[in-house]
């Protein structure tokens, strides 16, 4: 029988040092999702992302046109001489990175467009966003994100429309698909992009939200876009809907957190089948971590060795690279 899966340790979840070797190893060398075209279609408003202590703008420069508008849509970072790689999505989604260390948009999202192409993502406006803090780590929330074990009691609104029973999440190399149900192909698509960002499709409209992290390895901050086709009346309906999840979520999210800080919980094993999403992200976690731990030592082992001098004293030399 093949070895299970165990979670990451608590104090993962719980530790200053190890949010600053994710911030390098996990956060500047990932794509995150900003948002699909509709979002920034107003000119007179800049819309801004702080994702790990970075800023980035998104700005739509092009003349007013009642058309969906790609060609003035410019992306920056706020800190002077950061430079950063941007890419659109034939299907209408925006991406970002926070430094040239990511790789390419196709060699970190293998695969990716093939399954994004089959939607066009310029149909619904956007709607709303929303921000606010929670006192949860960032991991925390893609933990509960990406497995619906807890759905069924968690989200009975939400399972009387997505039985979990036919619930599944296929992972790539840096992306989850979650399908609710096989017999609704247009309906009930969930989106994970390592590491931060979702993008759901579901309740009649579409909603994406970011988990950004913080210096405080137990504080995260949430932001939620909406997007709706319908009137009014029939948005603040898939509103309300919608809302009600993401609040039983948040809740869950910090008595978990509570559990996690107070040495409640430690470690435990993942079940390979409810839970390989959780398993695929949390594996990715610690070999970015791991692999970026490795390479800080590397290059410190290369820019200093110890030699011993004259009369036993010990001296460092730097190396010429």
């Known amino acids: 029988m093949a070895a299970l899966t165990r979670t990451l340790p608590a104090s993962w979840f719980c530790s200053k040092p190890l949010y600053q070797l994710e911030r390098l190893a996990v956060f500047l060398k990932s794509w995150h999702l900003l948002g699909p075209v509709t979002r920034f279609q107003k000119r007179s408003e800049p819309v801004k992302y702080e994702i790990a202590q970075i800023t980035i ?29 941007t890419h659109f999505t034939p299907s209408g989604l925006l991406f970002a990175t926070l430094s040239l260390d990511a790789p390419s948009f196709e060699e970190y999202f293998a695969g990716l467009e093939e399954l994004t192409n089959k939607v066009d993502f310029t149909k619904l406006p956007h ?11 960032w991991k925390t929330m893609i933990d509960g994100y990406q497995e619906c074990l807890h759905c069924q009691y968690t989200h009975p609104s939400f399972s009387k429309f997505y039985p979990p029973t036919f619930y599944s999440v296929t992972n790539h190399s840096t992306f989850s698909q979650h399908i609710a149900d096989p017999s609704k192909p247009a309906d009930g698509l969930f989106l994970y992009f390592f590491p931060i960002c979702t993008l759901n499709v579901y309740g009649g409209g579409m909603s ?27 948005f603040e309906e898939y509103y309300k809907f919608v809302r009600q999840v993401a609040l039983e979520d948040f809740e869950l ?54 030699v011993v001098g004259g009369e036993g004293v010990v001296v460092k030399v730097v190396a010429v690279q």
């Open 208 to 234: 994406s939200f970011r988990t950004l992290p913080s210096p405080n390895p137990g504080m995260a901050r949430m932001e939620f876009d909406y997007y709706h086709s319908g009137t009014e009346a029939e």
């Open 253 to 306: 999210c910090e008595k978990a957190q509570w559990n996690l800080e107070r040495g409640v919980y430690g470690e435990g094993v993942l079940n390979p089948v409810k839970e390989n999403g959780v398993a695929f992200y949390q594996r990715r976690v610690r070999e970015c971590v791991y692999q970026h731990f490795e390479e800080e030592k590397r290059l410190k082992e290369g820019e200093t060795k110890e």
């Open 127 to 137: 709607r709303r966003s929303i921000s606010y803090e929670g006192n949860f780590n």
């Open 57 to 85: 703008i998104v700005e739509n420069r092009a003349p007013e046109c009642d058309d969906i508008n790609f060609d003035g849509i410019v992306v920056y970072a706020e800190e002077e001489n950061r430079e950063i790689k």
